[in-house]
């Protein structure tokens, strides 16, 4: 087991910890791809380091902020990771397919960045991986597998040697993959057709193939809360040591699926993240700060206990209070889905409306094109339709998918009020999650969930649109529909258009705002909704289009 032994202090207000250790277990190894650390993460990786783990950290890049005593390896000792690739796909999915590469060149066990380590890994256990969810499905998460063997040699072929379709596919998935590009590499177009073909599902396909499904641990060993659930890990008035048993190693975070107020904060005092931040020894507060976050660890490092039953409640009591309150918020959250499903049922036959009057020879402008959804219903109508979007993700997209198209005028660039050259952001999971995230991309600082540190921004051309539809309206005399979904950029395109009078020669216009992303905003936005809702109808001028 790691102990501290002795500490090197630092002029900064907290300490650096120096670990001079032996680690007599099993080494243990992840992938980071990207350049910071998040502090979940540090604790992850440090978290098997108290258990006596050497701990190897693969990295693309030059990561600042790693946790002392994990060794750092670039990526490329074991393959090479392509940037056009990644953004073609994701981090996630060359870590699905460098963790089985790793192994085969190492032997360590493989543990994603978001593996907290609750107990040390068996040291005769050759087979290590398990069931996870509601469903009883294995992931990958945790993975220890013979270094040669038919699962081994199964797994690097399917890698190395893409099949047409994954074999587990049925109709439906196919006909998708079909549809795809076919000048994409083709592990691209089975990732874009299914994104976990090649994590979960490729592991269980070939698991079973091989004859090894029933080694699999239960549920309780590696993934012991469900990914549904995992709000217990920073509730402070949750305990989601409920969920653990003697059998338990590993607790899985899933940070890819972290709400973004967890996501943007420190953890809340008594929560497990803040309690195990406190055990393990990392600062969350410095470490969001960029500062250096390995602090003290409560001593002895030990596997942490769930807390006695209170007094006169038993401890199945205590777990089915935990799993009341856990479908509690799991309730709350449908109620939230199911309210923006009516909001985009309401926008979708909002549109449809629309689409239902227009003729050819009308004019819509779509700004914020993103795709081309809409773009793409407004030109079945015979109209002609000019758009605009500066997020190159998305020129792409609407250029193969629309490009051609007679009717159709694409601007790749940003609308404001003024011309010229203005920086865009993008969202800080755009490297994860491309085609969500691009929708998020915009030219006004201060967002929330936005990337704006150095080197992360993007310059784009901006065009003037209220001199742009002044000229198209001195042209065709009037605009049928204007879509707006331009990500903060709205608010001084709408005052400008109403202080020209501009909507009086458009039929309808429907904007998506974004107060809720911009708080520094808030207050104008709320007296332009006041402003608006007295001066148009809401079929003239609406500000709730979603």
């Known amino acids: 087991m790691a102990k501290l032994l002795g500490v090197t202090p630092k002029a900064h207000k907290h300490f650096i910890w120096i670990f001079f250790v032996t680690f007599d277990r099993r080494p243990v190894a992840s992938l980071w791809i990207g350049d910071t650390l998040h502090y979940l993460n540090q604790l992850c990786l440090k978290s098997h380091l108290h258990h006596g783990h050497p701990v190897i950290l693969y990295c693309t890049d030059d990561v600042k902020n790693v946790p002392i005593g994990v060794e750092v390896r670039p990526a490329s000792d074991i393959m090479d990771i392509s940037s056009q690739r990644v953004r073609e796909t994701s981090a996630s999915f060359w870590s699905n397919v460098f963790r089985y590469k790793m192994i085969q060149k190492t032997g360590a066990i493989w543990i994603d960045c978001d593996a907290f380590c609750f107990r040390p890994f068996p040291e005769d256990c050759e087979w290590i991986f398990g069931v996870h969810g509601l469903r009883g499905a294995l992931n990958c998460g945790v993975v220890a597998i013979p270094q040669a063997g038919p699962l ?116 809340l005092p008594n929560s497990f993240a803040a309690r195990m931040c406190q055990k393990i020894g990392i600062d969350p507060v410095a470490s969001m700060a960029g500062e250096p976050a390995d602090i003290e660890p409560e001593t002895p490092v030990e596997s942490p206990v769930p807390p006695p039953p209170t007094a006169g409640a038993s401890a199945s009591a205590q777990n089915a209070t935990l799993r009341i309150e856990a479908l509690e918020q799991e309730l709350k959250k449908k109620g939230r889905q199911a309210k923006r499903k009516a909001q985009n049922s309401w926008a979708d036959g909002f549109l449809e409306g629309v689409c239902g009057v227009m003729r050819p020879g009308d004019l819509a402008l779509d700004l914020g094109a993103n795709a081309g959804d809409v773009s793409e219903r407004l030109l079945k109508t015979g109209a002609d339709v000019i758009a605009f979007d500066p997020e190159p993700w998305a020129v792409d997209k609407i250029k193969a998918r629309l490009g051609d198209h007679p009717n159709y005028t694409f601007h790749h660039a940003a609308v404001g ?73 709205e608010l001084d395109i ?30 104008r936005f709320k007296q332009l909704r006041e402003h608006f809702e007295g001066k148009y109808r809401p079929e003239h001028v609406n500000l709730n289009w979603k």
């Open 152 to 267: 081994m040699d199964m797994l690097l072929d399917y890698y190395d040697n893409p099949p047409d379709y994954a074999p587990w596919w049925g109709k439906k998935q196919c006909e998708k993959m079909d549809s795809l590009p076919k000048d994409l590499p083709q592990t691209t177009r089975i990732y874009r057709a299914e994104r976990t073909a090649f994590g979960p599902q490729a592991f269980t396909y070939f698991t079973k193939k091989a004859g090894v499904f029933d080694q699999a641990l239960g549920v309780d060993a590696l993934y012991p809360v469900p990914f549904q659930l995992n709000d217990v890990f920073y509730d402070p008035h949750s305990r989601p040591e409920g969920w653990f048993t003697q059998n338990t190693l590993s607790v899985h975070l899933y940070t890819n699926g972290i709400k973004p107020y967890w996501a943007n904060n420190p953890p």
């Open 417 to 489: 009020i003024t011309d010229g050259i203005v920086r865009m952001y993008r969202a800080s999971n755009f490297a994860n999650n491309e085609k969500n995230a691009s929708v998020k991309s915009t030219i006004i600082s201060g967002g929330r969930m936005i990337d704006e540190s150095e080197g992360k921004g993007i310059d784009v051309p901006v065009i003037n649109f209220v001199a742009f539809i002044k000229t198209i309206i001195e042209e065709r005399g009037q605009i049928a529909f204007i879509k707006m979904d331009i990500e903060g950029a």
């Open 494 to 523: 709408l005052q400008a258009m109403d202080e020209a009078n501009l909507f009086q020669n458009i039929r309808c216009t429907v904007v998506e705002t974004h107060e809720r992303k911009f708080r520094d905003l808030r207050p």
